[in-house]
């Protein structure tokens, strides 16, 4: 059995004697030189799995057990010998009894999520995460409407600062609710709904500066948007965190 080393989403189903088999596929490419940026996180995840594995992990042999990344594993692999046949059979050898006893485990495993291998979530992830996060994130822009537009609380207009604010805010409102639909009906938004969500996020966040408390829930909102994947958003929270300190000492 060979899989591909590119496939990273694939790692995410495999049993453990699939995985053991993935991790001699992967040392034995780096025996050819194949030790990129890719390859070398595969490595790791797969070492960590397999030396963390109750019942495997008596089993990991020496070089996968002492040489942390492909790097490691490079310097030891080149000067066993300088043909690349010689070190593949190497490899093999030494993991033949952990493959072995890797096929006899059973199959059940818990599953890992494509961000754990790639650093970076998979549609179905960021689906999830939108589905839980963007609607708290609608109510309480819905509450901060409803706050803003009380005005000074004597029922009259909202104040002239606010006005902007709250047109942005609508704008923020309806532009969360296209992607919740999006998501709700399994189709990935556009990046451009997203990217106008964003834009009326931050048009919101900038008309309160001045004012802490809408202001500090804006900035509640960009975390929140920021953690269902809207792009951008969490470059703008340090700003907003600065900002929300610097008020409470005023």
Same mark, same amino acid.
């Given at each position: 059995?060979? $899989?591909?080393?590119?496939?990273f989403?694939?790692?995410?189903?495999?049993?453990?004697?699939?995985r %053991?088999?993935?991790?001699?596929?992967?040392l034995?490419?780096?025996?050819?030189?194949?030790r990129?940026?890719?390859?070398?996180?595969?490595?790791?995840?797969?070492?960590?799995?397999?030396?963390?594995?109750?019942?495997?992990?008596?089993t990991?042999?020496?070089?996968?057990?002492?040489?942390h990344d492909?790097?490691?594993?490079?310097?030891?692999i080149?000067?066993?010998?300088?043909?690349?046949?010689?070190r593949?059979?190497?490899?093999?050898?030494?993991?033949?009894?952990?493959?072995?006893l890797?096929e006899?485990v059973p199959?059940?495993?818990?599953p890992?999520?494509?961000?754990?291998?790639?650093?970076?979530?998979?549609?179905?992830?960021?689906?999830? %995460?939108?589905?839980? $996060?963007?609607?708290?994130?609608?109510?309480?822009?819905?509450?901060?409407?409803?706050?803003?537009?009380?005005?000074?609380?004597?029922g009259?207009?909202?104040?002239?600062?606010?006005?902007?604010?709250?047109?942005?805010?609508?704008? $923020?409102?309806?532009?969360?609710?296209?992607?919740?639909?999006?998501?709700?009906?399994?189709?990935?938004?556009?990046?451009?709904?997203?990217?106008e969500?964003?834009?009326?996020?931050?048009r919101? %966040?900038?008309?309160?500066?001045?004012?802490?408390?809408?202001?500090?829930?804006?900035a509640?909102?960009?975390?929140?948007?920021?953690?269902?994947?809207l792009?951008?958003?969490?470059?703008?929270?340090?700003?907003?965190?600065?900002?929300?300190?610097?008020?409470?000492?005023?």
């Amino acid at each position: 059995m060979f $899989l591909s080393h590119d496939l990273f989403n694939d790692l995410a189903r495999l049993d453990p004697y699939q995985r %053991a088999i993935e991790l001699q596929n992967v040392l034995v490419a780096a025996c050819e030189g194949k030790r990129d940026g890719a390859s070398d996180a595969k490595y790791k995840q797969l070492r960590a799995w397999a030396r963390d594995h109750p019942a495997l992990a008596h089993t990991v042999p020496n070089i996968v057990q002492t040489n942390h990344d492909l790097g490691a594993f490079w310097s030891y692999i080149k000067s066993y010998s300088d043909q690349w046949e010689p070190r593949r059979q190497h490899v093999r050898e030494l993991l033949r009894d952990f493959i072995a006893l890797a096929e006899k485990v059973p199959g059940e495993w818990e599953p890992i999520s494509a961000s754990a291998w790639t650093g970076k979530r998979s549609a179905r992830e960021e689906a999830a %995460a939108a589905k839980a $996060l963007l609607p708290v994130a609608q109510a309480s822009i819905e509450a901060l409407i409803d706050h803003l537009e009380r005005g000074r609380g004597n029922g009259g207009p909202p104040l002239d600062e606010h006005q902007e604010a709250i047109a942005a805010l609508k704008g $923020l409102h309806d532009a969360l609710g296209s992607l919740i639909a999006a998501y709700d009906k399994e189709a990935a938004p556009s990046l451009a709904v997203k990217k106008e969500a964003v834009e009326y996020l931050g048009r919101a %966040a900038k008309a309160l500066k001045d004012d802490p408390m809408p202001f500090a829930v804006s900035a509640l909102c960009m975390a929140v948007c920021a953690g269902a994947g809207l792009p951008n958003v969490a470059a703008w929270l340090g700003a907003a965190t600065m900002v929300i300190r610097k008020q409470d000492r005023t």
